[in-house]
């Protein structure tokens, strides 16, 4: 993108990350308290490991036909094998041609990897035909956390900071290490009040606004204990948000989790879908959609022609890995609600080298997002508006060396049927767009650090680009944590 740009500048804010000669990273914190945290957690296994090469156990040669019913009886049959000791199934192996799928494709097992010949026009090309508008292969268990009532206590202090990992709470005796957990983190009409989001002025026309409600807007980490101490308990991963007391505090709990699927992976393979019109929406959405799962992938997939485009993880999904995918030219109206191609409501997940073209909300989360989530070296082509977080509430996604038109993290007030504040606690590192929105929530804040932009406002924490800097935010936090052969071999192309 080639444009006269503006280094984002203010030359008394404070240097809110830095890198020593060693690789070591130091953070400013804000007056609350609060630093960037650790995004380094994102993507498959926990950050870190790049997904596996898993043997190919079953093949299926492309035929004339529907594909429908005869690929997922091989699905089916994967899901079925009985997994090795290191809990893999095998691979499923789509040759390369054509394969045409009128209904819906079912990944529900863990250890399963479906592959294809490469994601070419002449490589493998899996063709949606049906006229539904839903996603061609979905990879999903069954079933959600439960939250045990025994087991739930209230999180002590009157403030727990940004990307904690360890929980003071009265009594530890229900948890055990490897156990489920989640954190709530309450919306008080309190909370509600103070970000103005029970007032948000009204819209003209016919659009009715729908002001906040306690309640509604509650976020819920999902962890594992990692350890569990005289009245403390620690988790796996850190937390998006800060607790404050005043504004309800934070609640843990113990849960169950049933049909959750692990160890999943879809990879190398194209995927298009049949229309009739430039502005048909009779046809599938996304490619691939991710729900109920955990530890999974998606690699060197290009998805042509859907209404949304390439990817949506679901809210029950975490610890995924996008990596090296791309949407290119969706079709339908150019209108709201339409060309979401890497749709995000899951969390500690991580798009990595990812490429969009024509759509409308390129990398973009949903309502009440829990991160940590990342979008790194992302880019975004021909775009009709805008990257960043899109409804209510998204927490603490990094957005590193991604560059599109606009990217916003904003209150986008009555948008939609009112929308409100968007993002908090979200970091931009290294982006460059035509024009940047980066504004400061009550109650949170946002980072925009080393940007480069033509046009630009907002009231966010802000930090000019240095030479000293990382290059990316991501890969820098990954090596500190885990050492930069870990974080060289998560970066490297295939």
């Known amino acids: 993108m080639l444009f006269a740009c503006l280094w984002w500048l203010l030359a008394a804010d404070p240097t809110w990350v830095s890198s020593a000669p060693d690789g070591r990273l130091s953070y400013q914190a804000t007056p609350a308290g609060d630093q960037i945290p650790d ?49 893999w199934r095998g691979a499923l192996l789509l040759r390369r041609g054509r394969y045409e799928i009128s209904g819906q494709l079912h990944l529900r097992a863990g250890g399963c990897v479906l592959r294809g010949e490469g994601s070419g026009a002449d490589g493998t090309v899996v063709v949606g035909t049906s006229t539904r508008p839903q996603p061609l292969l979905v990879v999903a268990g069954e079933g959600e956390p439960v939250r045990l009532d025994s087991s739930r ?62 309640g509604r807007y509650d976020l819920f980490f999902d962890r594992r204990v990692t350890a569990v101490g005289p009245g403390e308990v620690t988790l796996d991963a850190p937390l998006g948000t800060a607790f404050e007391a005043r504004w309800g ?54 998805a042509t022609h859907f209404t949304q485009g390439c990817v949506t993880v679901g809210r029950r999904a975490r610890a995924v890995t996008v990596v090296d995918c791309a949407s290119e030219d969706p079709i339908s109206q150019i209108t709201g609600g339409r060309r979401y191609p890497f749709n995000l409501d899951g ?26 989530n990342a979008f790194v070296d992302c880019r975004a082509e021909r775009c009709h508006s805008d990257t960043g977080p899109h409804q209510r509430w998204a927490t603490a996604t990094l957005y590193d ?21 968007a ?20 109650t949170a804040a946002n980072w925009a650090i080393g940007c480069q932009a033509a046009r630009l406002r907002g009231d966010a924490w802000q930090q000019a680009a240095d030479a000293g800097q990382p290059r990316s935010l991501y890969f820098a936090q990954l090596a500190e944590r885990l050492g930069a052969a870990v974080a060289a071999r998560v970066e490297a192309r295939p």
């Open 39 to 87: 995004f380094s957690y994102c993507g498959y296994a926990g950050g870190g490991v790049a997904p596996p090469v898993v043997p190919v156990v079953l093949t299926v040669d492309p035929a004339a036909g529907d594909a429908t019913a005869r690929l997922q009886a091989a699905l089916d049959e994967l899901a079925a094998r009985p997994p090795a000791a290191d809990g």
């Open 153 to 214: 206590q209230p999180l002590l202090g009157e403030r727990v900071p940004l990307g904690a990992r360890t929980l003071r709470v009265a009594d530890t005796a229900a948890y055990r290490v490897g156990d489920t957990v989640q954190v709530q983190r309450p919306s008080t009409a309190e909370w509600i009040q103070e970000l103005g989001m029970d007032r948000i002025p009204p819209k003209s026309g016919l659009d009715q606004v729908v002001q906040w409600q306690p």
């Open 249 to 302: 505090g934070g609640q843990l709990w113990k849960t169950q989790v049933r049909g959750r699927i692990r160890q999943v992976g879809v990879e190398h393979l194209r995927g298009d879908s049949r229309y009739t019109s430039p502005t048909d929406e009779a046809h599938a959405d996304w490619l691939v959609r991710f729900d109920s799962c955990e530890d999974a992938w998606l690699r060197d997939v290009v």
């Open 347 to 372: 969390q500690l997940v991580l798009f990595l080298r990812c490429r969009s073209r024509e759509a409308r909300h390129d990398f973009v989360t949903g309502s009440t997002v829990a991160g940590p």
């Open 401 to 421: 060396n991604v560059v599109a038109k606009q990217i916003n993290v904003q209150n986008r007030g009555n948008s939609g049927t009112g929308h409100g504040w």
């Open 423 to 442: 993002g908090a606690w979200h970091v931009l590192y290294r982006c460059t767009a035509e024009s940047m929105v980066v504004s400061q929530p009550p």
